[in-house]
């Protein structure tokens, strides 16, 4: 299978009156057709800032600094304003976090699907607003709800029902990649099911590749086939998810999988001392120095890089 995305050295910086904080630093990674990537890592680890730089979609004071983003050999980061826009929806969609707050509270569902059915009117091949209304009715019953919410307000969906009008806005335009962030995280775990089964039947209907961001090891491990950890900006493993929960390689990456509550563990619950770094000042060497339990005297100069230590197993550490 070929790579529709390929990331390379992407860095972003936001750039604050205390100094530039390094919000991604040198990511790199690839996504093969229908492939689902996931990407975890705590709070602030760059999870989040990764996906919006992809879109172009970060404001000021952050800045991409560096980096290409290759959808289908096409570098987005090189593209004008109005060929983003165009990008937008057509190739790369987003499924934002929180749906509550991405719809517009005032406007019909089925005038926020045709707002953007109507701007790409020459790609979706869509002439008509009769036609356009169709495919929206389609677009709500792909994604199970009823035709019927089109002429509905946000604030008389459900949680669930607003995150399945996100995934219909997110396909509509059938994209190459579609970008999920926390879609499912102010959901209860039922609906939170409910929901990532529809994202994912309607991703392999539309024959795209996903990217999930998330925190949720439980949801990553039934839904994605490849995991990138996040660490401090970067990614410090990436790997088949099956390998990576058999063996994780990164201490990190042991020390979050080993986190996850188990039926064994009869409520005992092992968290990861210590905090996240800094990004204004990272520590030197590898950044995950203060955290490991199996740091050397070198971890605290080197900077580990992301090396393919097996096949289809790449660690950014210097045990391997
Ligand atoms: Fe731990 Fe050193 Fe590996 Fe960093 S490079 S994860 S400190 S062993």
Not at 126 to 140: K, Q, S, V
Request: proline letters at 7%.
């Amino acid at each position: 299978m070929s790579d529709v995305l390929q990331v390379e050295d992407l860095r972003v910086r936001y750039h604050t009156l205390a100094g530039p904080v390094r919000a991604v630093e040198g990511v790199s990674f690839s996504l093969k057709k229908g492939e689902r990537l996931g990407l975890v890592g705590e709070s602030g680890s760059g999870k989040s800032t990764t996906v919006l730089a992809l879109l172009r979609m970060l404001k000021p004071p952050a800045r991409i600094e560096a980096g290409r983003v290759l959808l289908d050999g096409e570098d987005l980061l090189q593209l004008s304003e109005d060929e983003m826009r165009q990008a937008r929806f057509a190739k790369i969609s987003l499924i934002p976090q929180g749906a509550m707050n991405s719809l517009n509270p005032v406007m019909r569902i089925k005038a926020q699907l045709l707002d953007t059915l109507q701007y790409h009117r020459q790609q979706n091949g869509h002439a008509t607003r009769g036609e356009m209304l169709d495919h929206i009715h389609y677009l709500l019953e792909s994604v199970g709800l009823n035709p019927a919410v089109a002429n509905m307000y946000p604030h008389e969906l459900s949680g669930g029902m607003k995150q399945r009008v996100c995934i219909a806005m997110g396909i509509s335009l059938q994209p190459r990649v579609i970008l999920a962030d926390e879609p499912t995280s102010a959901l209860d775990v039922v609906v939170q099911r409910q929901v990532m089964e529809t994202l994912g039947k309607v991703q392999e209907a539309i024959d795209a590749s996903l990217i999930l961001v998330g925190h949720d090891m439980g949801l990553m491990a039934q839904f994605v086939n490849t995991i990138g950890v996040m660490y401090a900006g970067k990614l410090v493993e990436v790997g088949p998810v099956d390998d990576m929960f058999e063996e994780p390689l990164h201490p990190y990456t042991q020390m979050l999988i080993a986190s996850l509550p188990s039926l064994e563990g009869k409520g005992v619950f092992k968290g990861i001392p210590g905090i996240t770094p800094s990004l204004l000042n990272p520590p030197p060497g590898c950044a995950f120095h203060p955290r490991c339990p199996k740091v050397m005297d070198q971890c605290r100069a080197v900077v580990p890089t992301l090396q393919e230590v097996r096949p289809g197993r790449w660690v950014s550490c210097l045990l391997y």
